[in-house]
């Protein structure tokens, strides 16, 4: 029992540190790390986003909810199709967002996008707000909206949701093309209507009054006050006849004065880099105490921000945690701050509109309304797809590439192992796209560098780096088929090499590491019994064997899958 403990603290230890310098790169910032905490329940599966602090390095990088079809209403979206839509205008990484209503997909709680106010805050459940200096604020965040003409002030229910009886809500072009249908209502359309920025005077005339009850079309520099009831629908018919000066204001406390994005959330994971166990929010037992797939957000002490999701509901694979086991999971990571957002079924992390995580909706991945995404805004280049060149036929030349989302001057370079340059483009100026090339003339085996480097129109100057190998030694890797009982991996050497075989489950778990075996140049092969480190057999079903070759240039590896079936 002490050993197994060990085990664990070691493992979680490991996985938790805070500096996290080791995950693997994405884009320029930004790293993802996979880690696995053995628990009582069950191995549980954890990802972790790592970017930089909000609005850092003159703007490349920013933090904001997107919305799905970009309107409070319109559907659900899952979130690979979101960031595949922004590919364009960034390259992205994240996570779901809030939670949202099933019957029409509209966000729970508040939406802030650039500044401006798209949706109400749950004042019951925390707010994530991330303001002009890149600080991520956890709060129980309320609305007092008020809308007057040359009298008093009068209390707004809202903007962009369903209003209730008694209430008079705002609709903005966030919302939609339409206000709802809600039989009995009166509307006001008010054109031309402020940015709706909170906490600031909104003035508009009133334009039209239309008919009762039916949806009316809010104009793309509008917006709309639909009042529901007996008594504040003719109030607001008397009140705000067409010509009249209506001033609404969109009130918040605490006032977030400087954010510029938010979503709704909750519960408050971290507080003062500890885990919170009760947050005394409006969510019932089971959605904070049922281990589940949980997501959450947190801010680093030096201001870096980690978006993490949590695999669950799948036995065998990963277990899930309570809302307060993942407080305690981001408060080791080194979370200052954080809060949960989403979970079940919504749970997903994805780069570059390719998923990340297991979802455990059984359809996979799942629809959702909202999705917290880091954006970057400078030159992207994916890793080479053939980050091995090792003399195999069709592997003799790389297929190259990178992206600019504005209008830049790029410079476009490989740098060999000798650290001389072979220029492919010098000071060119690229309209926003992806721009591709094929080199074949490599002439020393070793680590090459893929480099780019762009100025866009703003002035802002960035770059990226993929380090790819050249290497000869370790070619013709083949594994079986179908192996049963043992798996015997072949291969050839060009050169005398100390060879390793690591065994992997499809999912990256290392299940065996055989130990280093010097080989000389030609035909070879290393094999695995079919056991894990403990001597026991393993199950049968689909692997990867993983052979590392390290020679006078340096360490190669190749993977390959197969199959192994158990005697």
Same mark, same amino acid.
């Given at each position: 029992?002490?050993?197994?403990?060990?085990?664990?603290?070691?493992?979680?230890?490991?996985?938790?540190?805070?500096?996290?310098?080791?995950?693997?790169?994405?884009?320029?910032?930004?790293?993802?790390?996979?880690?696995?905490?053995?628990?009582?329940?069950?191995?549980?599966?954890?990802?972790?986003?790592?970017?930089?602090?909000?609005?850092?390095?003159?703007?490349?990088?920013?933090?904001?909810?997107?919305?799905?079809?970009?309107?409070?209403?319109?559907?659900?979206?899952?979130?690979?199709?979101?960031?595949? +839509?922004?590919?364009?205008?960034?390259?992205?990484?994240?996570?779901?967002?809030?939670?949202?209503?099933?019957? +029409?997909?509209?966000?729970?709680?508040?939406?802030?996008?650039?500044?401006?106010?798209?949706?109400?805050?749950?004042?019951?459940?925390?707010?994530?707000?991330?303001?002009?200096?890149?600080?991520?604020?956890?709060?129980?965040?309320?609305?007092?909206?008020?809308?007057?003409?040359?009298?008093?002030?009068?209390?707004?229910?809202?903007?962009?949701?369903?209003?209730?009886?008694?209430?008079?809500?705002?609709?903005?072009?966030?919302?939609?093309?339409?206000?709802?249908?809600?039989?009995?209502?009166?509307?006001?359309?008010?054109?031309?209507?402020?940015?709706?920025?909170?906490?600031?005077?909104?003035?508009?005339?009133?334009?039209?009054?239309?008919?009762?009850?039916?949806?009316?079309?809010?104009?793309?520099?509008?917006?709309?006050?639909?009042?529901?009831?007996?008594?504040?629908?003719?109030?607001?018919?008397?009140?705000?006849?067409?010509?009249?000066?209506?001033?609404?204001?969109?009130?918040?406390?605490?006032?977030?004065?400087?954010?510029?994005?938010?979503?709704?959330?909750?519960?408050?994971?971290?507080?003062?880099?500890?885990?919170?166990?009760?947050?005394?929010?409006?969510?019932?037992?089971?959605?904070?105490?049922?281990?589940?797939?949980?997501?959450?957000?947190?801010?680093?002490?030096?201001?870096?921000?980690?978006?993490?999701?949590?695999?669950?509901?799948?036995?065998?694979?990963?277990?899930?945690?309570?809302?307060?086991?993942?407080?305690?999971?981001?408060?080791?990571?080194?979370?200052?701050?954080?809060?949960?957002?989403?979970?079940?079924?919504?749970?997903?992390?994805?780069?570059?509109?390719?998923?990340?995580?297991?979802?455990?909706?059984?359809?996979?991945?799942?629809?959702?309304?909202?999705?917290?995404?880091?954006?970057?805004?400078?030159?992207?280049?994916?890793?080479?797809?053939?980050?091995?060149?090792?003399? +195999?036929?069709?592997?003799?030349?790389?297929?190259?590439?990178?992206?600019?989302?504005?209008?830049?001057?790029?410079?476009?370079?490989?740098?060999?192992? +000798?650290?001389?340059?072979?220029?492919?483009?010098?000071?060119?100026?690229?309209?926003?796209?992806?721009?591709?090339?094929?080199?074949?003339?490599?002439?020393?085996?070793?680590?090459?560098?893929?480099?780019?480097?762009?100025?866009?129109?703003?002035?802002?100057?960035?770059?990226?780096?993929?380090?790819?190998?050249?290497?000869?030694?370790?070619?013709?890797?083949?594994?079986?088929?179908?192996?049963?009982?043992?798996?015997?991996?072949?291969?050839?050497?060009?050169?005398?090499?100390?060879?390793?075989?690591?065994?992997?489950?499809?999912?990256?778990?290392?299940?065996?590491?055989?130990?280093?075996?010097?080989?000389?140049?030609?035909?070879?092969?290393?094999?695995?019994?079919?056991?894990?480190?403990?001597?026991?057999?393993?199950?049968?079903?689909?692997?990867?064997?993983?052979?590392?070759?390290?020679?006078?240039?340096?360490?190669?590896?190749?993977?390959?899958?197969?199959?192994?079936?158990?005697?």
């Amino acid at each position: 029992m002490l050993r197994r403990s060990a085990a664990i603290f070691l493992l979680v230890t490991a996985f938790a540190a805070p500096a996290r310098a080791q995950g693997t790169p994405l884009m320029p910032g930004v790293t993802y790390d996979r880690g696995v905490q053995f628990t009582p329940h069950g191995a549980v599966v954890v990802h972790v986003l790592t970017a930089p602090r909000p609005g850092s390095q003159s703007g490349l990088w920013q933090l904001a909810p997107v919305l799905a079809r970009g309107t409070v209403l319109g559907g659900g979206q899952r979130v690979t199709q979101m960031e595949k +839509d922004l590919a364009a205008r960034a390259t992205v990484a994240g996570i779901n967002g809030d939670l949202f209503d099933p019957r +029409d997909s509209r966000p729970a709680g508040v939406v802030i996008q650039g500044g401006l106010l798209l949706h109400t805050p749950r004042s019951t459940r925390s707010s994530i707000g991330v303001d002009s200096s890149g600080g991520l604020h956890v709060d129980r965040v309320k609305f007092f909206g008020t809308w007057r003409w040359t009298g008093q002030r009068r209390p707004l229910g809202g903007v962009n949701e369903v209003p209730k009886t008694g209430q008079v809500v705002l609709f903005t072009p966030g919302y939609g093309a339409r206000t709802p249908a809600v039989p009995g209502a009166t509307a006001v359309v008010l054109q031309p209507f402020p940015a709706p920025q909170p906490n600031a005077d909104l003035e508009a005339r009133v334009t039209a009054v239309p008919a009762v009850g039916g949806a009316v079309a809010i104009p793309p520099d509008g917006a709309v006050l639909v009042a529901v009831g007996a008594t504040v629908g003719p109030l607001l018919q008397t009140e705000a006849p067409v010509g009249t000066a209506v001033t609404t204001r969109l009130v918040l406390q605490p006032a977030w004065t400087g954010v510029q994005s938010a979503l709704g959330g909750g519960p408050l994971l971290v507080r003062g880099r500890k885990p919170v166990f009760r947050s005394v929010e409006d969510f019932t037992n089971d959605q904070v105490s049922k281990r589940d797939p949980r997501a959450g957000i947190g801010q680093l002490a030096d201001g870096r921000v980690i978006l993490v999701a949590v695999d669950g509901g799948q036995p065998g694979y990963s277990a899930g945690l309570t809302s307060f086991e993942l407080a305690q999971t981001l408060a080791r990571l080194g979370a200052v701050t954080a809060s949960a957002v989403d979970s079940g079924g919504s749970v997903t992390v994805a780069f570059d509109g390719q998923l990340l995580n297991r979802p455990s909706a059984p359809t996979g991945e799942r629809a959702v309304k909202e999705a917290l995404l880091v954006q970057y805004f400078g030159v992207y280049a994916a890793p080479p797809p053939s980050p091995l060149l090792n003399g +195999d036929p069709g592997k003799a030349a790389e297929q190259l590439s990178y992206k600019i989302v504005r209008p830049s001057r790029v410079n476009a370079k490989l740098v060999g192992p +000798d650290g001389a340059a072979r220029p492919l483009e010098v000071d060119v100026q690229h309209e926003p796209g992806s721009y591709q090339f094929t080199f074949g003339d490599f002439d020393a085996e070793g680590t090459w560098h893929w480099n780019v480097t762009a100025t866009d129109d703003l002035g802002r100057a960035s770059t990226i780096d993929r380090p790819f190998r050249y290497d000869k030694t370790l070619h013709g890797v083949v594994a079986p088929r179908s192996a049963r009982g043992r798996a015997t991996i072949r291969f050839t050497l060009a050169r005398a090499a100390r060879l390793r075989l690591r065994i992997e489950t499809r999912s990256g778990i290392v299940v065996r590491t055989l130990p280093d075996v010097a080989l000389q140049r030609g035909p070879g092969s290393l094999s695995w019994d079919g056991r894990l480190e403990q001597g026991t057999r393993a199950f049968g079903g689909s692997y990867v064997a993983h052979v590392f070759a390290t020679s006078e240039v340096g360490t190669s590896e190749v993977a390959v899958p197969f199959v192994f079936r158990r005697l």
